[in-house]
T-cell receptor, first 112, second 112 residues
Framework: GDSVTQMEGPVTLSEEAFLTINCTYT??????LFWYVQYPGEGLQLLLK?????DKGSNKGFEATYRKETTSFHLEKGSVQVSDSAVYFC???????????FGAGTTVTVRA | NAGVTQTPKFRVLKTGQSMTLLCAQD?????MYWYRQDPGMGLRLIHY???????AKGEVPDGYNVSRLKKQNFLLGLESAAPSQTSVYFC???????????FGPGTRLTVL
């Protein structure tokens, strides 16, 4: 079945540091890929998405590229801020499937 | 436009008690979902609905029941709560299976 594996946290960074969170997936079809973010005490919000190979999703300075050859969708940000402290979830939705398959989540803490 | 709302925000139950979690959305979305979030496991789908009057099982449906009598509401019931159901429960909705899912703020449930 479909599954998502993302790097374990927690990750602690200083402000303006570079952030990478690795995400790889297994899917039977041609999935859409997502990054969701959960700020403390809140629900999940869509951060970015990509629906086909080589697509790049971007939002709020975050980027991720859909790499079919390596089945990966790594999240990157060049210069993090304290406000980026959150839990980040990689997820996929396979063709015709109603559900999202989530990774375990990566907790990111950015220190001033 | 409130988006997705959940009631209650917090609840403590004793083993064997019952309760209903209410999810409401004002976006006229067809699809609605109930997830549970447990540490290190990401989100797992409990039940979902593809339209008013329909429900279907997700990954972890045992011990839960759902109803979708009105398009805007999706209820999750626990008939006899168990400590293993201690979790954070999220409701989500989407217009189609290919669209972004919008999440509610969550309900933190503790079963003693």
């Amino acid at each position: 079945g479909d599954s998502v594996t993302q790097m374990e946290g927690p990750v602690t960074l200083s402000e303006e540091a570079f952030l990478t969170i690795n995400c790889t997936y297994t899917a039977t079809g041609y999935p859409s890929l997502f990054w969701y973010v959960q700020y403390p005490g809140e629900g999940l919000q869509l951060l970015l998405k990509a629906t086909k190979a080589d697509d790049k999703g971007s939002n709020k300075g975050f980027e991720a590229t859909y790499r079919k050859e390596t089945t990966s969708f790594h999240l990157e940000k060049g210069s993090v801020q304290v406000s980026d402290s959150a839990v980040y979830f990689c997820a996929l939705s396979d063709q015709g499937d109603y559900k999202l398959s989530f990774g375990a989540g990566t907790t990111v803490t950015v220190r001033a | 436009n409130a988006g997705v709302t959940q009631t209650p925000k917090f609840r403590v139950l004793k083993t064997g008690q019952s309760m209903t979690l209410l999810c409401a959305q004002d976006m006229n979305h067809e699809y609605m979902y109930w997830y549970r979030q447990d540490p290190g496991m990401g989100l797992r789908l409990i039940h979902y609905s593809v339209g008013e009057g329909t429900t279907a099982k997700g990954e972890v449906p045992d011990g839960y029941n759902v109803s979708r009598l009105k398009k805007q509401n999706f209820l999750l019931g626990l008939e006899s709560a168990a400590p293993s159901q201690t979790s954070v429960y999220f409701c989500a909705s989407s217009q189609t299976v290919y669209n972004e899912q919008f999440f509610g703020p969550g309900t933190r449930l503790t079963v003693l």
